[in-house]
């Protein structure tokens, strides 16, 4: 059964840069058909897409955090990784990572996703 | 990103059906998918590609999609169906979600 586990710093101070993992375990993440992607929900609001990279190192992010976003893979490890630079309080969230389905070459559905690890961004 | 619009909240009598409404842009033209959300846990996928149920969802979860407007349907609605629903969709290589919609059994 696949599983995903992330970590992260749990309090970082506005500016710095966030770094979270996400360990995929009970399979391969260099998969064909699957990307691996990042899910961020401040605390009592709603999902936001960040990004999603394929094995290969194709990578896709959500527009309006493409200037501050780095989503990298480490196929040796089993692992994916996201940066975040110059964080503010507005970046405070729960950071999920998940795997995408490709259908038909298409971008699709996520599932399963990690249990989420929690960033604060706080002076 | 992609931007889908659901109800904030809609309620439901226990055993009485609830559908949730998801709208965007050409959306009937595009695989929509179903999240559910309950307090302090992660989404989890009930629907995908418009109408389909993963394994170990219960036949009571249904969707459609057409037009504009994707639906999620639950017939016969249980006490443990009340968590936040999310609607999710690809307008090519950029993800939306939308806003999330709170399912109240009372």
């Known amino acids: 059964q696949l599983q995903l586990q992330e970590s992260g710093p749990g309090l970082l101070k506005p500016s710095e840069t966030l770094s979270c993992t996400c360990a995929?375990?009970?399979?391969?993440?260099?998969?064909?058909?699957?990307?691996w992607g990042w899910i961020r929900q401040p605390p009592g609001k709603g999902l936001e897409w960040i990004g999603g990279?394929?094995?290969?190192?194709?990578?896709y992010y959500n527009p309006p955090l493409k200037g501050r976003v780095t989503i990298s893979i480490d196929r040796p490890k089993n692992l994916f990784s996201l940066k975040l630079t110059s964080v503010t309080a507005a970046d405070t969230a729960v950071y999920y990572c998940?795997?995408?389905?490709?259908?038909?070459?298409?971008?699709?559905?996520?599932?399963?996703w990690g249990q989420g690890t929690l960033v604060t961004v706080s002076s | 990103s992609y931007e889908l619009t659901q109800p904030p909240s809609v309620s439901v009598s226990p055993g009485q059906t609830a559908s949730i409404t998801c709208s965007g842009d050409?959306?009937?033209?595009?695989?929509a998918s179903w999240y559910q959300q309950k307090p302090g846990q992660s989404p989890v996928l009930v629907i995908y590609?418009?109408?389909k149920r993963p394994s170990g969802i219960p036949e009571r979860f249904s969707g459609s999609n057409s037009g504009n407007t994707a639906t999620l349907t639950i017939s016969g609605t249980q006490p443990m169906d009340e968590a936040d629903y999310y609607c999710?969709?690809?307008?090519?290589?950029?993800?939306?979600f939308g806003g999330g919609t709170k399912l109240t059994v009372l």
């Open positions: 998940a795997r995408i389905t490709l259908d038909r070459g298409i971008l699709n559905w996520f599932d399963p």
């Open positions: 995929v375990s009970g399979g391969s993440i260099s998969s064909q058909g699957h990307y």
């Open positions: 990279i394929y094995y290969s190192g194709n990578i």
């Open positions: 050409k959306l009937g033209d595009k695989d």
């Open positions: 590609q418009d109408s």
């Open positions: 999710q969709a690809w307008d090519g290589s950029t993800a939306g």
